[in-house]
T-cell receptor, first 114, second 115 residues
Framework: AQSVTQLGSHVSVSEGALVLLRCNYSSSVPPYLFWYVQYPNQGLQLLLKYTSAATLVKGINGFEAEFKKSETSFHLTKPSAHMSDAAEYFCAVTNNNAGNMLTFGGGTRLMVKP | EAGVAQSPRYKIIEKRQSVAFWCNPISGHATLYWYQQILGQGPKLLIQ????????DSQLPKDRFSAERLKGVDSTLKIQPAKLEDSAVYLC?????????????FGEGSRLTVL
């Protein structure tokens, strides 16, 4: 079984501030982890993915995430928020026993204040 | 390159009516997925196709939902009869390969409101 918990359904930051979106996972076998972003009225777009290579993963638009097995976490960060980062962010997990079946977290809506 | 196309974008129906959603994946993508996204929740997989065969439909409510992917390209998701709790956005996604690291490309979704 696998699951994802995203702490904080809404996160608000000021433009230029650090962005930190939290994701904790549960998986009975080594996981593969993903972050997707969804802009209003658009489909989900892959930000980055962890597939058992480097634990620090860099994605598009300046985002990165670090896989920490001891903490079962895969938090998403960006050093400096931009207004265009306002969107909903979803963490997702899969593993070798689940094929490509992604289990998504509930999402975190990021708001960026000017 | 054209993305995943879905239609209609919006649909409002009354409970017990039927509705169908259509999806055209990215050309050459063998794997196609239908997800249900209820407001305030993450997407939930309903069904996964590899070409025209079903890989996983364990979370599809088969008493009212059906899906097909004739000829391994376009797909249709049908709900009959609809219930209030079916109000959601139905997302179609496709990937080039069915492996774990294959990136999923999502369409813009079809928003269903059941009154």
């Amino acid at each position: 079984a696998q699951s994802v918990t995203q702490l904080g359904s809404h996160v608000s930051v000021s433009e230029g501030a650090l962005v930190l979106l939290r994701c904790n996972y549960s998986s009975s076998v080594p996981p593969y982890l993903f972050w997707y972003v969804q802009y209003p009225n658009q489909g989900l777009q892959l930000l980055l993915k962890y597939t058992s290579a480097a634990t620090l993963v860099k994605g598009i638009n300046g985002f990165e995430a670090e896989f920490k097995k001891s903490e079962t976490s895969f938090h998403l960060t960006k050093p400096s928020a931009h207004m265009s980062d306002a969107a909903e962010y979803f963490c997702a997990v899969t593993n070798n026993n689940a094929g490509n079946m992604l289990t998504f977290g509930g999402g975190t809506r990021l708001m960026v204040k000017p | 390159e054209a993305g995943v196309a879905q239609s209609p974008r919006y649909k409002i129906i009354e409970k017990r009516q039927s509705v169908a959603f259509w999806c055209n994946p990215i050309s050459g993508h063998a794997t196609l997925y239908w997800y249900q996204q209820i407001l305030g929740q993450g997407p939930k997989l309903l069904i996964q196709f590899q070409n025209n065969g079903v890989v996983d439909d364990s979370q599809l409510p088969k008493d009212r939902f059906s899906a097909e992917r004739l000829k391994g390209v376009d797909s249709t998701l049908k709900i009959q009869p609809a219930k209030l709790e079916d109000s959601a956005v139905y997302l179609c996604a496709s990937s080039l390969v069915g492996g774990i690291t294959g990136e999923l490309f999502f369409g813009e979704g079809s928003r269903l409101t059941v009154l």
